[in-house]
């Protein structure tokens, strides 16, 4: 897999002298009881691929390699959204549309190439912390072989395991203000291991910065209390994301409360 190549060739010498490798150096070095932990930083080397970043360039077969994959992962979005059109009772393409603001393809597809190492103290430093994804629809490809990811259900946390050559559909927040809570983001993070560099490729479907973003009507006047008004306020997305950016590992509902106010 070439994001593995280019981990080994372009970034593993990075991240052994990154910040959390240095933080945790440090705490071991002081540790002087069972309690002490890292917080607020995670085990994780990460980069991402967007149509207007640079992308690594020591990898042979790297670029080709991930424009076509990310180009087909693109039109998989497209259909998951259109399944959960027909699933909501929406007309087809509204959710694509709504994401675009309207019209035209304004929307932002980004791809997160991410890397757990091996951790020497797993029990000291999470891979990544708990978090909802704030966009639309995420597909991840995830490591056929090491595991790590877990997700959040009835107040447990399960594991996700590897499934060779599968790709894990995930919604984010505005799927779930779109359709008015019936489908929800769901919490995920990412156990650090002692064993295996865990491989972790995420592509988001995201809104763009300027589109509005509300339950669609057809599925708010179903469910609507007309006295407490709509479960989720309408907002810009880019004011959503600069919430987000200050809330991301925290709960999410007072994130849709204080963009509310904005």
């Not at 087809?92 to 393809?105: C, E, R, T, V």
């Not at 704030?134 to 595991?147: H, P, R, Y």
């Not at 984010?172 to 291991?193: A, C, F, M, P």
């Not at 880019?238 to 904005?262: I, N």
Request: aromatic share 10%; net charge negative.
């Amino acid at each position: 897999m070439v994001c593995s190549e280019c981990y080994k060739k372009e970034r593993e010498e990075g991240f052994k002298k990154s910040t959390p490798v240095k933080m945790l150096n440090e705490l071991m070095e002081k540790k002087s009881g069972d309690n002490m932990k890292l917080e607020n930083v995670d085990w994780e080397d990460v980069f991402l691929l967007s149509e207007d970043n640079e992308w690594p360039s020591q990898t042979p077969g790297f670029e080709e390699t991930m424009a076509e994959y990310r180009s087909e992962l693109k039109k998989l979005a497209e259909k998951v959204m259109e399944a959960m059109d027909e699933n909501l009772g929406l007309p087809l393409g509204y959710i694509k549309k709504a994401f675009n603001g309207g019209g035209g393809d304004t929307t932002f597809f980004g791809t997160k190439v991410s890397h757990y190492p091996p951790c020497p103290h797993p029990e000291l430093v999470i891979g990544l912390r708990a978090h909802t994804d704030a966009g639309g629809v995420i597909l991840l490809f995830q490591d056929d072989k090491v595991g790590g990811l877990q997700i959040l259900k009835d107040c447990q946390w399960i594991d996700v395991p590897p499934i060779p050559n599968a790709i894990v559909i995930n919604t984010g927040d505005q799927i779930e203000v779109l359709s008015n809570g019936r489908y929800k983001s769901v919490w995920h993070r990412v156990l650090s291991t002692p064993d295996g560099n865990r491989r972790s490729i995420a592509t988001f479907y995201n809104p763009s910065l300027d589109a509005k973003i509300a339950p669609a009507p057809q599925i708010a006047e179903i469910v609507e209390d007309k006295e407490a008004g709509p479960a989720y306020p309408e907002f810009v997305f880019g004011d959503y994301m600069s919430v987000y950016a200050e809330q991301k590992f925290l709960p999410k509902e007072p994130r849709f409360h204080a963009v509310k106010a904005l």
